[in-house]
């Protein structure tokens, strides 16, 4: 089946907009999360997403960041007032269930943000 | 709080030469230890993982063994080509229930040279 998808796959922005980036996790995942990789450090936790239960936001670097997940299918992770520390890849991934630490991520193959 | 520490880059190796990049963590709890590769051009993808101590999680030649006493996780491979040049990342998952986020290492990127 189809993997992690994201969209757009590159968004150049001008500093101060709002932008919008999109995954679709695996069918059938409950669990869904946000990294951000800036260049030349490693990946950083953002914000987590299981079933119904309230979201991990205990990433998010500050409230210009938000994320939605409907159900459990498709998030959105939103940007306000972007600012160029904002560039990054945004990568979203997903898990079949999250009931403890053995379950895999799979990760879609990222959108690359680049705040001017 | 959970860290990851690994072998800095770049690493530059001849083809068919042994691989070792050093990966050692701090948890809280009872950790499973993940090695996730990024290929040029390409998305994130699992290599291999351990879940508890002393398994030996393999895939594609490349081998890490789930250390406890020392807390480490080592990748290696008897022998390199050129197609696993890519970014190595080292990552662990703490076990409780609710704690599930991924905690990466900073990533060692591998060159092999023909």
């Known amino acids: 089946g189809a993997g992690v998808s994201q969209s757009p796959s590159n968004k150049v922005t001008e500093k101060g907009k709002d932008v919008e980036l999109r995954c679709d996790p695996i069918s059938g995942h409950t669990a869904l999360y946000w990294y951000r990789q800036r260049l030349g450090q490693g990946l950083e936790f953002l914000i987590y997403f299981q079933g119904n239960s309230a979201p991990d936001k205990s990433g998010l670097p500050s409230d210009r960041f938000s994320a939605e997940r409907t159900g459990e299918s498709v998030s959105t992770l939103t940007i306000q007032r972007t600012q160029q520390e904002d560039s990054a890849v945004y990568l979203c991934?997903?898990?079949?269930?999250?009931?403890?630490?053995?379950?895999?991520?799979?990760f879609g193959p990222g959108t690359r943000l680049l705040v001017l | 709080g959970n860290s990851v520490t690994q072998m800095e880059g770049p690493v530059t190796l001849s083809e068919e030469a042994f691989l070792t990049i050093n990966c050692t963590y701090t948890?809280?709890?009872?950790?499973?230890l993940f090695w996730y590769v990024q290929y040029p051009g390409e998305g994130l993808q699992l290599l291999l993982k351990a879940t508890k101590a002393d398994d030996k999680g393999s895939n594609k030649g490349f081998e890490a063994t789930y250390r406890k006493e020392t807390t480490s996780f080592h990748l290696e491979k008897g022998s390199v080509q050129v197609s696993d040049s890519a970014v190595y990342f080292c990552?662990?998952?703490?076990?409780?229930?609710?704690?599930?986020?991924?905690?990466f290492g900073t990533g060692t990127r591998l060159t092999i040279i023909p």
């Open positions: 991934a997903s898990s079949l269930v999250a009931g403890g630490s053995q379950e895999t991520q799979y």
């Open positions: 948890a809280t709890g009872y950790p499973s």
């Open positions: 990552a662990l998952v703490e076990g409780s229930f609710g704690n599930e986020k991924l905690t």
